[in-house]
T-cell receptor, first 112, second 109 residues
Framework: NAGVTQTPKFQVLKTGQSMTLQCAQD?????MYWYRQDPGMGLRLIYY???????DKGEVPNGYNVSRLNKREFSLRLESAAPSQTSVYFC???????????FGSGTQLSVL | TQLLEQSPQFLSIQEGENLTVYCNSS?????LQWYRQEPGEGPVLLVT?????EVKKLKRLTFQFGDARKDSSLHITAAQPGDTGLYLC?????????FGTGTRLQVFP
């Protein structure tokens, strides 16, 4: 069982470059999330999609956009990367909102 | 702003020792989830507690939700190297899930 798959695993960007992080789940979950994890700050919610066709801002949405492409896929886009966006990004999904989240293995992003 | 504070931040112990990790808030949560995260991986859910005073056991791990649903603890008996990882609590509110900052546990053989 694949669970939650996110790509790429590692990425290095220069300031101002753009990129999209991809996420797909195969558990028929309704809700999907993007978090970032920084040392000493825990997991912070960037954007979430409670169900297919909806997206909402989380705690730290500035500088990011998302697309819920279908029930399986939820992508995160950085339009103009900044060094402050250096972090580890996790995609997660759950059957019901905020209950029993399943996480991907993360994307380590460095912005130089 | 709802905050979840975990203590201690870091814990290094020898195999066989017991330990307790705390998760505290001034806010009431409808539920409390505990996750473990290993290096290079995403967090994995260990347990969810929903009732004030609830105690759940998972082999050597005992989870407790405070009576007032503002705090929780995780007790590990006879820790093993395989317990090494980052332990995260997450409190469920009306429309959000708040993660604590984590306790990094290292168990030496």
């Amino acid at each position: 069982n694949a669970g939650v798959t996110q790509t790429p695993k590692f990425q290095v960007l220069k300031t101002g470059q753009s990129m999209t992080l991809q996420c797909a789940q195969d558990m028929n979950h309704n809700s999907m999330y993007w978090y970032r994890q920084d040392p000493g700050m825990g997991l912070r919610l960037i954007y979430y999609s409670a169900s297919e066709g909806t997206t909402d801002k989380g705690e730290v949405p500035n500088g990011y956009n998302v697309s819920r492409l279908n029930k399986r896929e939820f992508s995160l886009r950085l339009e103009s990367a900044a060094p402050s966006q250096t972090s580890v990004y996790f995609c997660a999904s759950s059957l019901r909102m905020n209950e029993k989240l399943f996480f991907g293995s993360g994307t380590q992003l460095s912005v130089l | 702003t709802q905050l979840l504070e975990q203590s201690p931040q870091f814990l290094s112990i020898q195999e066989g020792e017991n330990l307790t990790v705390y998760c505290n808030s001034s806010s009431v949560f409808s539920s409390l989830q505990w996750y473990r995260q290993e290096p290079g991986e995403g967090p994995v859910l260990l347990v969810t507690v929903v009732t004030g005073g609830e105690v759940k056991k998972l082999k050597r791990l005992t989870f407790q939700f405070g009576d007032a649903r503002k705090d929780s603890s995780l007790h590990i008996t006879a820790a093993q190297p395989g317990d090494t990882g980052l332990y995260l609590c997450a409190g469920g509110a009306t429309d959000k899930l708040i993660f604590g900052t984590g306790t990094r546990l290292q168990v030496f053989p």
